[in-house]
T-cell receptor
Framework: GENVEQHPSTLSVQEGDSAVIKCTYS??????FPWYKQELGKGPQLIID?????GEKKDQRIAVTLNKTAKHFSLHITETQPEDSAVYFC?????????????FGKGTTLSVSS | GAGVSQSPSNKVTEKGKDVELRCDPI?????LYWYRQSLGQGLEFLIY????????KSGLPSDRFSAERTGGSVSTLTIQRTQQEDSAVYLC?????????????FGPGTRLLVL
């Protein structure tokens, strides 16, 4: 089955710096890669996702890149702000098959200090 | 519109007791998922419902865990004879699953503590 590895487990940056979180996956049939942000006491919220027919996707300060050959994908946050502090999870699935559950990485705790 | 709701938000129980956790998906979403999040861990898939199809129970950790989805909407996750290792946050998610949009939207979770 699919296995998703996520690094680093913790990341501390200064406000305004960039943050990069990396994930690798094992199932070459995976084609859907969402990123979730989880704040304390809340459920995960989707912040961006990418499908295997796209190599990069941007949404304001957030971008995700995908390298299918190497089976890894990354989240990039630019101009970080204190409100970006949260736990970030990457996930992978065979998104075009009904009922395929998301397989999550173990999360990265991002701390942005002002 | 309203998101996924879960109840209770917190549950404390004694070892050996049964618990029921409830999930109300987003209206119109045909797919519903349960995940478990243990301290410091990622989310672990438990069970999936899609329309009237038989549920995918492949992630349930033991036969003490079961789930139902009545009328294609509300779902209940039941844990029988709870153990301390069942302590975790139980998250529910729903999606439209049209084949084009498989985005899963999560509820706030139920925090279960087994003493």
């Amino acid at each position: 089955g699919e296995n998703v590895e996520q690094h680093p487990s913790t990341l501390s940056v200064q406000e305004g710096d960039s943050a990069v979180i990396k994930c690798t996956y094992s199932d070459s049939a995976s084609n859907y890669f969402p990123w979730y942000k989880q704040e304390l006491g809340k459920g995960p919220q989707l912040i961006i996702d990418i499908r295997s027919n796209v190599g990069e996707k941007k949404d304001q300060r957030i971008a995700v890149t995908l390298n299918k050959t190497a089976k890894h994908f990354s989240l990039h946050i630019t101009e970080t702000q204190p409100e970006d502090s949260a736990v970030y999870f990457c996930a992978a699935s065979r998104g075009n098959q009904a009922g395929t559950a998301l397989i999550f990485g173990k999360g990265t705790t991002l701390s942005v200090s002002s | 519109g309203a998101g996924v709701s879960q109840s209770p938000s917190n549950k404390v129980t004694e070892k050996g007791k049964d618990v029921e956790l409830r999930c109300d998906p987003i209206s119109g979403h045909t797919a519903l998922y349960w995940y478990r999040q243990s301290l410091g861990q990622g989310l672990e898939f438990l069970i999936y419902f899609q329309g009237n199809s038989a549920p995918d129970k492949s992630g349930l950790p033991s036969d003490r865990f079961s789930a139902e989805r009545t009328g294609g909407s509300v779902s209940t996750l039941t844990i029988q004879r709870t153990q301390q290792e069942d302590s975790a946050v139980y998250l529910c998610a729903s999606s439209k699953w049209t084949g084009l949009d498989e985005t899963q939207y999560f509820g706030p979770g139920t925090r279960l503590l087994v003493l």
